[in-house]
């Protein structure tokens, strides 16, 4: 009976800590910009599955600009608008305005309007702010709560949340404070995130310049990163009108609007089956099971964000082991579990494009 009785529970929990990973955010930023690593098979799925409707004014059409580049590639399977097999992209006729224009409220009343009618089948509503991020605490939280508030009333449609775009004020300004207030309620609600400002905090090779003081057009103090990755690598830029910005900032974020739309669809984001079992595979934990203390072990594959709590079987947070910024590579944390109670925890990895969870034994 009592090994019936194990059993049991170790099902149990097998089956929570499986659930509760399958519920996880799609946070998409400068780490999800190289294209060629995105299944063909996600992006042709997401072109089947679904039907967008893109509010925006003039940064928003920076993404549109990227798209447009790939859509018109020779033989490109990044296609929107050509009918039969490809993305259906309605470009603001029915959700004119931004998050802030007129005002910061009509947006979420005009989604309503149209999903309440919708004669377009729209199951993907996506809304791009202008300079208006730059406001209060309180006005992003109203973003935040109208924004859920559509999830919760169209439970078949995917609303992609975003950030709003640089303008030079640096890490301690008010629009990068606001962004994060946007970016942490996405990370900590399991929302789908694109993160427009980190794509122009950072060239393609990874280059940091938010501490450089940069804005919307890529400039910073001391120069132009997207001029001089240009200037760089000949021949990888494309040449473009891309509002308020540089070519190189609109395709960025066309790439990462393929990512997004694969991941949406069932992507896992991981990009090499090879590389993810050598590199990615689970967090690595020993000992395990665990007596007052073990090491954890991680491959990060690119520089930003990473998140590493301990929760219990009912989905409480129990420990914070680290929450901040790393390097890309192999990260080490030691972990004390003196304090907890003996039990089954599971450990849960969240990176810029990943989240990992791995069963911990405290005894």
Known sequence: MKTCLTILIFAFLFISITTFSQNRPIII????????????NWVVQSKTDFRLAYGHTSHGSQIVTGISLLNNLPGSIYTYNKGEG???????????????NPDRTTWASRTRTMLNNNTQNINMVMWSWCGQVDGSQSDIQTYLTLMNQLETDFPNVKFIYMTG????TGVNGNVNQRNEQIRKYCRDNNKILFVFAYIERYDPDGKYFLDKNADDGCNYTGGNWADEWCAANPGKCDNCGCAHSKCLNCQQKGKAFWWLMARVAGWSGVTDVEDYSSNYKCIEINPNPVGESAEIRFYNPAYGYVSLKMYDMLGREVMTIYEGIINMGESKFQMNTSMLNNGMYYLKLRTQCRTETEKVVVW
């Open 165 to 168: 775009h640089l303008n030079g």
């Open 86 to 100: 490809t993305l259906y992209l309605n470009d603001g006729s029915l959700l004119p305005g931004d998050l802030g």
């Open 29 to 40: 930023d400068h780490s999800c910009c190289d294209i060629n690593k995105v299944p063909d």
